[in-house]
T-cell receptor, first 113, second 114 residues
């Protein structure tokens, strides 16, 4: 089945530790995205990548980092500089050309203790 | 900057009744508009989208939405809701220019009464 996988579904970390969230897609999509969701806040864009080895900051990139070494993979690292990292993180992808739809993964809930 | 407003945080509807969820956007040109649905703890599923053409668009699960440029609105409707429609609904907009990513509203939580 084609789709987007995010792992793990639940993640717990101690304050001050960096943590990396995985996002993999087998849809052959060019562009990939990371969003953060907080209760009552909707989704906010963290980073996006339109092609391999290139990525751009979104609206709330501070305290996060990404890499895009392969077309299928777009991992997100939540660093210790992120002041309030506990949230639900959603990865999405789409075909780059045209106004096409973004498809979302199942999400990872990160809790920092 | 573009923005999306969903005025209703919560809506309660009886099963079998009609539904309308409101969405207003702020964007200068013709936007690309989307409605997504999210069940608790899950990712987002696309219900429908508007890019151009017919302003009344049909989606999955019996949903439809109408784009009204004069009102900057893209309201979601369903003639008869089912208990399984209880979820969080998000309206989103994407600009047609070089900027990427979606701008989301804060969501409307739909509660279905038996």
């Amino acid at each position: 089945d084609g789709g987007i996988t995010q792992s793990p579904k639940y993640l717990f970390r101690k304050e001050g530790q960096n943590v990396t969230l995985s996002c993999e897609q087998n849809l052959n999509h060019d562009a990939m995205y990371w969003y953060r969701q907080d209760p009552g806040q909707g989704l906010r864009l963290i980073y996006y990548s339109q092609i391999v080895n290139d990525f751009q900051k979104g609206d709330i990139a501070e305290g996060y980092s990404v890499s895009r070494e392969k077309k299928e993979s777009f991992p997100l690292t939540v660093t210790s500089a992120q002041k309030n990292p506990t949230a639900f993180y959603l990865c999405a992808s789409r075909i780059r050309a045209g106004p096409d739809t973004q498809y979302f993964g199942p999400g990872t809930r990160l809790t920092v203790l | 900057a573009q923005s999306v407003t969903q005025p209703d945080i919560h809506i309660t509807v009886s099963e079998g009744a009609s539904l309308e969820l409101r969405c207003n956007y702020s964007y200068g040109a013709t936007p690309y508009l989307f409605w997504y649905v999210q069940s608790p703890g899950q990712g987002l599923q696309l219900l429908l989208k508007y890019f151009s053409g017919d302003t009344l668009v049909q989606g999955i699960k019996g949903f439809e939405a109408e784009f009204k440029r004069s009102q900057s609105s893209f309201n979601l409707r369903k003639p008869s809701v089912h208990w399984s429609d209880a979820a969080e609904y998000f309206c989103a907009v994407r600009s047609g220019g070089g900027a990427d990513g979606l701008t989301f509203g804060k969501g409307t939580h739909l509660i279905i009464q038996p």
